[in-house]
């Protein structure tokens, strides 16, 4: 009893953990969303550059974006109740879709700008964009790889997928800033067309990004199996103890951000009842302590004599 309040304890300090790091992290990247996204709106309107413009609207979305994802983490920490008591962890899918969804609005809404001036022609009328375009662009890639990093290191360190599809949403950020850095660079060299295939490509990369956050976000809503590779290290913590003869079955489903595992192991069939039940809460105690990701787990137990027997029959 007492290990078990133990190790309660520890998952709600580990919580706390979480939320204090996402909304660190969040936040952070908000103040510096609307920064960049002031910056480089002022930047593509003094220099008449649509490909920074475009890039400025994208950076608005993240901080749009991020609030969602601060929403989607608030609700996903809560505890569960009786009308959820399997917790709210899938909240945090919710989050990322409607964070993948924003993206593609906001590509869509890009691309189709670009595509009606580069279709449109009469490219002698556009406007060069000036060099404060060109050094938004170089600032933007520099601040938004920073971003990508800074978030994708404590995304994988609370494991949470919200804040990973937002620091993904910065790579895709720091990616538009390079097809506007290029698109500008061309737009200045005397091909003014160059600045509307800038937000074009910028579309692109946005969609790509929202495609892989939505996928992300699917396969954790519908009970997706986890990683091979921890499925493996499962294995390889039930296999440890000497009493477990085999494994029979081994199933996995994520939710949300946390690995839902059923369990049948084969061990004596001339044990007692009593030390077939120690042994599978040895096995279910073992595989908590070792993978915190693992929220549930059910251990069943069969005679691996009584087993072998009938298959023999």
Known sequence: MKEKRESKQKQTVSADEFQKTANRVSFTSILWNMILSVFKLIAGIVAHSNAMISDAIHSASDVFSTIVVIIGIKMASKDSDKEH??????????????????????????????????????????EAPGMLALA?????IIVKEAMFWYT???????DSSALMADAWHHRSDAFSSVGALVGIGGARMGF????????????????????????????????????????????????????????????????????????EIGVDGSYTLWRAHEIAEEVHDDIEQSFPRVKHIMVHVNPAEVRNHTEDN
Do not use: W
Not at 136 to 140: F, K, L, Q, T
């Open 85 to 126: 008591p399997y917790g709210h962890e899938r909240m945090e899918c919710v989050a990322a879709i409607l964070l993948a969804g924003v993206l593609f609005v906001t590509g869509c809404g890009i691309g189709l700008s670009a595509l009606r001036t580069i279709l449109n022609g009469n490219y002698d009328r556009l």
């Open 136 to 140: 938004a662009a170089i600032i933007s």
């Open 152 to 158: 994708r290191f404590y995304a994988k360190k609370i």
């Open 192 to 263: 003014p067309v160059m600045d509307s295939v800038a937000s074009l490509v910028i579309f692109v990369f946005i969609v790509k990004a929202a495609y892989d956050i939505f996928k992300d976000a699917i396969d954790k809503m519908v009970d997706h199996s986890c990683d091979e590779e921890t499925q493996s290290q499962i294995r390889s913590c039930i296999m440890k103890h000497e009493q477990v003869i085999c494994i029979d079955l081994l199933q996995t489903r994520m939710f949300g951000n946390k690995i839902y595992a059923d369990i």
